[in-house]
């Protein structure tokens, strides 16, 4: 009957219904019913006609613009959700256990470049990652909005709840009565934004994917992003939470050292044109700055150059007078 089975599906393959991926999957489900069984089965006999199949999907990462439309969407709650999870390179799974005392902002010389993000909090595949200022400023707006509305916020509050009517304290779909967005809803709402901001559109025929995902793409996005920016493999990888192999029994970074590695892309990772247009106008102020610098020393040098050229004029006039008054003298023959 297996063997059947994998024949069957090996002519949906050859079709292009499925890919080979989907079908050892289908094999994987069917071996561990059999090993619970006790049902012998020659696997190593079935497996090993299988062709082998690519181990990652045939997609690509979103563009700064696919990631900027979907967050103009009018839902209080995404630009947050999409700014963090494009500058944390977090799994959409993570808003099930993320709560505000999960996110610490971190201060330099007075003013918040970035936040640590726990993620998966209590469990044991828990690590933290870091998100940009930008996106922790969105949170922290959201989580203002539902205290001036009447909400009680404390470090245990969800990060993301379900949409109120400010007007209402009690009963369900109320203020005072949060209910968690748990990990379908955020997915959910992500893929709302695109499918209302025309990111997506129906599939031709034939087509089994769009071009990118709408909430993994955001990790893809991040990966890409500090890869090509020069940020250490490995720290992606850890920031991530992904095995780095046996060097998770050996590599051991500081929060400082992940911190300074990630700060040094944290301006690729923004999202909003206003953040980078922000950090345009402080790099022209700092060019205007040294402009004025510049003309101040010109002016300095200047001024000192013609004091030298008075102290030369009267030197040469002096000089001219001695000569005048030794001719008149007879002791030179002429001046």
Known sequence: MVLKFVMAQLERVNKKEIVIATLRGYLKSIKLFCDVAEVPVAWK???????????????????IEEIRKPAEY???RIK????????GGFRVGAWDYLKWGHVIPIERSGKIVAAKMIIYSGEDEGYFTFISYEAYNELAKWMEFRQQSGEQITA????????????VRRGRGSIGEPR??????VKRLVERAHWAQGLRTKLKNGKKRHQYQANHGFRKWFKTRCETSGMKPINIETLMGHSTGISDSYYRPTEQDLL????KVVDLLTV???NQLEQQIANLKAQSGQVELYKQRYAEIRLSLDEKDDTI?????????IYKELYEAGVIQRV
């Open 74 to 76: 009018p839902d209080r």
């Open 260 to 263: 300074e590695d990630y700060l």
């Open 80 to 87: 947050a959700i999409i700014y963090s999870m494009a500058s």
């Open 313 to 321: 004029k009267r030197i040469q006039e002096q000089l001219h007078r």
């Open 156 to 167: 245990d509050s969800w990060l993301m709840r379900n949409l109120f009517d400010t007007k």
């Open 272 to 274: 909003s044109g206003e």
């Open 45 to 63: 006999k079935i497996i090993r006609g299988l062709p082998r199949g690519r181990r990652y999907a045939d997609d690509r990462a979103p563009t």
């Open 180 to 185: 968690k967005l748990q990990t379908l809803g």
